[in-house]
């Protein structure tokens, strides 16, 4: 018998969504992420190990193109790194970080869905009360919120690019409203 259990996501064989060049929904690349909880202190070290600046400021995010950090709360962070990097990445946090604190990984509990394209905010809209106009929620931003009934983590990437972190178990209920609000717009 094999020791290592295949993880399927739930998105898995879902095809990316695309409307006119105007819009894609698609499951992010699968990825290793991590919850960090510890005082203000512990960033830098923690940040060191993981090998990406943490950001100090609430609601916001930090990342390399490979490696992305959120700081989602005053003592909370988390940690996004490449498939199977989450053994690496915790090994590392675990053995430098001195100070009390809390790291568990949460790989097994999020999926991350990509929506870019001009439409995108109104998209995100549909289910999201927060204005996403970039002068309100500008690049870099990352927040907890709600998309109808489901809590996500949303990061704006870029202009027209967002990220969103969902508990697996919301994964296709999620899909499915981007879905349905996509029709709305692309008529």
Request: proline share 5%; no cysteine; net charge negative.
């Amino acid at each position: 018998m094999a020791d290592i259990a295949t993880r399927r996501d739930p998105l898995d064989g879902v095809a990316p969504l695309t409307a006119r060049s105007r819009l894609t929904i698609e499951a992010a690349p699968r990825g290793a992420r991590l919850v960090l909880r510890g005082p203000d202190s512990t960033a830098a070290t923690a940040g060191q190990a993981f090998g990406l600046a943490l950001p100090r400021k609430m609601n916001t995010a930090t990342t390399d193109g490979t490696r992305t950090a959120f700081k989602l709360g005053p003592d909370e962070w988390l940690l996004l790194a490449p498939e199977n990097g989450e053994a690496e990445a915790y090994a590392a946090i675990e053995g430098a970080v001195q100070e009390p604190h809390s790291l568990v990984d949460v790989s097994h509990r999020n999926v991350g869905i990509l929506v870019s394209g001009s439409l995108a905010a109104d998209v995100l809209n549909f289910g999201v009360m927060l204005d996403l106009d970039p002068k309100s929620f500008p690049i870099g931003t990352a927040t907890r919120t709600l998309f109808a009934k489901a809590e996500i983590v949303l990061w704006r990437k870029g202009v027209n690019d967002f990220h969103i972190e969902v508990w697996r178990s919301f994964a296709e209920y999620l899909h499915g409203q981007l879905e349905q609000a996509a029709r709305e717009y692309v008529k």
